[in-house]
């Protein structure tokens, strides 16, 4: 029994031990590494105080906030060996502000000499990291605070795909400006038709006006960009091609009554072009979640698509006289934007129309009538919309 429970307890070690390495994250590795070699350059100063300072970097790297995600990881690994007492950032931040300095980084050994000594620090933690290819070069440098010397140095290499995969809860995949966003969007609005009478003329063989009060919907879909001009801020432009107003027709029926229907006309849906253009402010809500408010102009042309049919035995045709019809409001909106990743998101947006207007088309049969009303209904005011995007 003795034997059963060490050899149980000896699978398990090994089993703890071996599955380590396995799990590790080949970043959090190398750091690890790194920090530990520049650790024995500096054991004489154990137990001392170490500031860690943001990792010089380019502008794009530095927006990305590489250099940022570097240094508290280095933070992080030495902290966990205990080697050195880490000094807050904090205490250095106002310093950095005080000299004017920014948090890029970007100074020289002698600079970052004098503000370790204002706080107190024994060593100082240095480097830089630059893209080569599609892998990030790091360098590492232990300083000594008092002479300026360097103890030692590290120098590694890591995929880009890797880090941002392990470093990502420390980027801006996105930056606050100048990012850029295209999506797909498809929209629904209900419609209030005015309902109309059928309507008699026995001036042409008792021909019979019968509109169909079916528009109730107005849909869309299309494509759309947005950029972040300022934090927070956005421009935002769309243009919805598959946009109509759905169902409806009106039938105009010239008849004898000892006989079948002679002829017809039925028209179908309207199909339109809507485009808008809307700046607009986002307010997190959390790290996945965010609301966007914005004001904005909308325009949309309506055609009819609509139909001149025969049967056999007809003269007179049907026809409609209504010409394109142009709708412009301004509008006010509010979105819910989740995004499960930084480059991808998912929004519901609300849309209010200030304009109201009505839209008409009229119709008559040759020799008979003109100037008929066939239909009648308003431009949605109220849009709910689903948005799908990505972000650059």
């Known amino acids: 029994m003795m034997l059963l429970k060490r050899t149980a307890t000896a699978v398990l070690t090994a089993l703890l031990f071996f599955s380590v390495p396995l799990c590790a994250k080949e970043l959090s590795s190398k750091i690890d590494k790194a920090a530990q070699k520049l650790a024995s350059s500096g054991r ?7 500031a860690v300072f943001p ?25 966990k060996q205990g080697t050195f007492k880490i000094a807050e950032r904090s205490q250095f931040e106002e310093i950095l502000k005080e000299q004017k300095l920014a948090l890029s980084g970007a100074m020289d050994s002698r600079t970052a000499a004098e503000v370790g000594k204002l706080i107190g620090a024994k060593l100082l933690l240095l480097g830089n990291v630059v893209q080569l290819g599609n892998s990030y070069q ?8 008092e002479t300026g010397e360097m103890l030692g140095s590290e120098i590694f290499e890591i995929p880009v795909k890797t880090f941002d995969e392990d470093a990502g809860r420390y980027l801006v995949l996105v930056p606050d400006t100048q990012a850029i966003g295209l999506y797909l969007a498809a929209g629904y609005a209900p419609v209030k038709s005015k309902k109309l009478q059928a309507r008699d003329s026995t001036t042409h063989a008792g021909n019979r006006l019968i509109p169909t009060n079916g528009i109730d919907a107005f849909t869309y879909a299309g494509v759309g960009a947005n950029y972040t001009f300022l934090p ?14 759905s169902g ?9 009554p000892s006989g079948p229907v002679t002829n017809y006309y039925k028209g179908g849906d309207r199909k339109n072009s809507m485009t808008r253009v809307s700046i607009n402010h986002s307010f997190p809500l959390s790290r996945k979640f965010k609301m966007k408010a914005g004001l904005g102009m909308l325009a949309m042309s309506v055609a009819v698509s609509e139909k001149n049919e025969s049967q056999s035995g007809g003269s007179a045709y049907c026809g409609i006289e209504s010409e394109k019809v ?14 499960p990743q930084a480059r991808i998101g998912a929004s519901v947006r609300g849309a209010y129309n200030f304009t109201r207007k009505d839209y008409k088309s009229y119709g008559g049969v040759s020799g008979v009538w003109s100037g008929e009303l066939l239909q009648q209904f308003s431009f949605p005011q109220v849009i709910v919309e689903g948005i799908v995007s990505v972000y650059f």
């Open 44 to 50: 004489i100063f154990s137990g001392a105080a170490l």
């Open 55 to 79: 990792f010089q970097a380019d502008k794009p790297l530095a927006m990305k906030r590489v250099n940022l995600a570097i240094s508290e990881l280095f933070s992080a690994a030495i902290l």
């Open 138 to 145: 790091v360098t590492a440098k232990l300083i000594d605070a």
């Open 232 to 245: 927070a801020w956005d421009i935002d432009a769309a243009f919805m091609l598959s946009a109509k107003f």
């Open 248 to 256: 409806g027709s009106s039938v105009f029926s010239n008849y004898d």
């Open 326 to 339: 142009n709708y412009r409001t301004n509008f006010a909106s509010v979105a819910l934007e989740w995004k």
